[in-house]
């Protein structure tokens, strides 16, 4: 089965600092991967997926990329309001296994 | 709208089986490409998919899981139920049941229960 590894575990950033995390699978997914924000306490949301593809209503300073193996999620200007655990998913096949999650906090 | 809520016991036994109920609107399970999965998160914990129904009956489960799991659909009543047999403290979990099309990701989320496992 395909792993994913999501790094680092947690990061602490300033508000306006670029944050970037990244998340590597075992063995070429194409492009089906997700990025997911849960928020403390709330469910999960759907950020991006096809590796690049911002969900509606998502700010544009997300953004996604990557494909085979490696991807990446950027936060170009962080915000208070991001303070979230991110998680990277793949879906094109099961298991639709997950990432570890990065815990994102403002410094 | 699609909307899905689960529901079912707050709190089993060790050994128990646990029966939970996806209860689902703004969408029918008949409707080619669309399935309907449960994915849970122990308190504190990362997420971790479960098990999927599609349309056509196609079920997928975790490996790590699947002698413990069933998933199956009522396609009449919009509902896809999930059983875990010889549930463990360490399955105290928040459960969400979700919503996913072929080639796609989990857009939808239920609000999740949780469901704890102690004696």
């Known amino acids: 089965d395909i792993q994913m590894t999501q790094s680092p575990s947690s990061l602490s950033a300033s508000v306006g600092d670029r944050v970037t995390i990244t998340c590597r699978a075992s063995?070429?997914?194409?492009?089906?991967l997700a990025w997911y924000q849960q928020k403390p306490g709330k469910v999960p949301n759907l950020l991006i997926y096809a590796a690049s593809t911002l969900q509606s209503g998502v700010p544009s300073r997300f953004s996604g990329s990557g494909s085979g193996t490696d991807f990446t999620l950027t936060i170009s200007s962080l915000q208070p309001e991001d303070v979230a655990t991110y998680y990277c998913?793949?879906?094109?096949?099961?298991?639709?296994?997950f990432g570890q999650g990065t815990k994102v906090e403002i410094k | 709208q699609i909307t899905l809520k689960e529901s079912g016991p707050t709190l089993v036994k060790p050994t128990q089986t646990l029966t939970l109920t996806c209860t689902f609107s703004?969408?029918?399970?008949?409707?080619?490409?669309?399935?309907v999965g449960w994915i849970r998160q122990p308190p504190g914990k990362a997420l971790e998919w479960l098990a999927l129904?599609?349309?056509?009956?196609?079920?997928r489960h975790s490996p790590s899981l699947k002698s413990r799991l069933t998933i199956t659909k009522d396609t009449s009543k919009n509902q896809v139920v999930l059983t875990m047999t010889n549930m463990d403290p360490v399955d105290t979990a928040t459960y969400y049941c979700?919503?996913?099309?072929?080639?796609?990701?989990?857009?939808?989320w239920g609000q999740g229960t949780l469901v704890t496992v102690s004696s």
């Open positions: 703004g969408f029918s399970l008949s409707t080619s490409g669309v399935g």
């Open positions: 979700v919503y996913k099309k072929i080639n796609y990701p989990f857009d939808y």
């Open positions: 998913q793949k879906y094109n096949s099961a298991p639709h296994t």
């Open positions: 129904i599609y349309w056509d009956d196609d079920e």
């Open positions: 063995q070429g997914i194409m492009n089906y």
